[in-house]
């Protein structure tokens, strides 16, 4: 005689629809979470613009009840005046605000030009991380891959000498700017779309000062004799990185102006002097003299400035000259910066000469780079709209 198994009485589930994820709220799907009440650059919003544009409301734009906050001086929010440098609308005065005055519907309200600038590498802070970590990811597999070849091996000596001095003395470059010019700056930009993109370019600057401190750790294990430290000395003694070390500090004493300082630093440091290095001196000299290696970690950094930092830097100082108020004040005030620091970073490109005869295969002239650098130079200055200074014919 077979036995049937009990039947246990156990509450059924029931669904209701209240369970978590049951329901689709008007809101949830992807195309619903746009955000309409700003313009966007084209037809439909971006997820950068939606993450950035107004995020940070001023008084001139939607703040209804005025800054919520303050500096001890009185000031509020985001004062405009942080950089000589103006955006049409911003001598409009704000509205006006006490007993009666409503909310002051913001459709009356001084718009003002700061808040057209939109990042054309639409950087936040998803695709800040994601961007950083692929080329680290690609920087680490390549010098793995050259330490299990024993690329190393093949470099002609004076060439480990040159990489261990200036290659490694570079990093302090990255690291200063990165750290005292666009971190430093990024609160003091008038709208989250400045800071966002100064944000961006301070990290891409800091991350190439740690790709090329850990290189130096790789090399410094790989190569015998090979002097980790000797960027230090090169950096605090050597004559032809003082006039780089004399500028680059210069641009972290930069005073009460943002747009001064990452001007010259983007439109005028870096391609007399950034590009003069990186690309017209180690990464056209490092193959004949065996190492092929080198070029790939500096030509993320490369590739950080001509793809990325100048890219945007264009895009919001080039429109500054157009302004519909302000294009003639604007346009005087950049040109006296590049009368400013385009001298000093010819005479920073010039002290660094000797280091084109340093290694034993040479790469091209001096002169020959640093007409590439100039030429370069030249094409960032009309992309501006501004005139290429006389200095530069020096």
């Not at 007993?99 to 998803?126: C, M, S």
């Not at 700056?185 to 800071?195: F, Q, V």
């Not at 190569?223 to 004399?246: C, M, T, V, Y």
Request: aromatic letters at 12%.
């Amino acid at each position: 005689m077979t036995t049937q198994p009990e039947t246990r009485s156990v509450p059924k589930p029931v669904f209701t629809d209240a369970e978590a994820g049951a329901r689709e709220f008007p809101d949830s799907s992807s195309s619903a979470r746009h955000y309409n009440y700003y313009n966007p650059a084209k037809r439909k919003q971006t997820l950068y613009e939606d993450t950035t544009v107004e995020v940070q409301p001023d008084p001139r734009h939607y703040l209804a009840q005025g800054w919520i906050y303050g500096f001890a001086n009185g000031e509020g929010g985001y004062p405009l005046h942080w950089t000589k440098l103006k955006a049409w609308g911003v001598d409009e005065p704000e509205p006006q605000r006490g007993i009666g005055t409503g909310g002051l519907h913001v459709k009356n309200w001084p718009a003002h030009g700061w808040h057209e600038f939109r990042d054309p590498n639409e950087e936040w802070e998803q695709s800040l991380y994601r961007y950083n970590a692929n080329v680290v990811r690609q920087l680490t597999q390549n010098i793995e891959n050259a330490r299990n070849a024993k690329a190393f091996e093949l470099w002609n000596p004076n060439w480990a000498r040159f990489v261990e001095r200036n290659v490694g003395a570079w990093m302090h470059i990255e690291h200063v700017l990165g750290l005292y010019v666009f971190a430093s700056n990024e609160r003091s930009a008038p709208t989250n779309m400045h800071n966002t993109a100064l944000a961006a370019n301070s990290t891409r600057k800091i991350r190439f000062a740690q790709d090329l401190a850990l290189y130096n750790l790789t090399l410094s294990e790989e190569i015998d004799g090979f002097d980790g430290s000797a960027h230090l000395d090169a950096w605090d003694n050597a004559p032809e990185w003082q006039g780089a070390r004399k500028l680059t500090e210069a641009l972290t004493a930069v005073q009460d102006d943002w747009g001064e300082a990452i001007f010259a630093t983007n439109c005028v440091f870096e391609p007399l002097v950034g590009e003069l290095f990186r690309s017209n001196l180690v990464m056209q000299s490092a193959a004949t003299n065996g190492d092929f290696v080198t070029p790939t970690v500096m030509g993320a950094g490369e590739y950080d400035y001509a793809q990325r930092d100048l890219r945007w830097t264009v895009a919001c100082f080039a429109p500054l000259n157009q302004d519909r108020e302000f294009a003639e004040h604007n346009r005087g005030l950049m040109s006296g910066w590049l009368r400013t620091y385009v001298p000093q970073a010819l005479e920073a490109a010039r002290t660094m000469q000797p280091m084109w005869s340093q290694s034993d295969s040479k790469p091209p002239t001096f002169e020959d780079s640093l007409d590439r650098a100039k030429n370069r130079f030249a094409g960032i200055c009309a992309d501006l709209g501004l005139d290429v200074p006389e200095e530069l014919k020096q």
